[in-house]
């Protein structure tokens, strides 16, 4: 399995915007 730059960072990308948006969104 190759990985270049554009994949790698559409992968990252997916990965963590649902992260980013559930952090923002839980109460602290």
Same mark, same amino acid.
């Given at each position: 399995m190759q990985f270049n730059i554009p994949m790698l #960072?559409?992968? &990252?990308?997916v990965i963590l915007i %649902? &992260? &980013?948006v559930v952090v923002f969104y #839980? %109460? &602290?």
């Open positions: #960072l559409t992968l &990252f990308r %649902p &992260f &980013f #839980l %109460p &602290f």
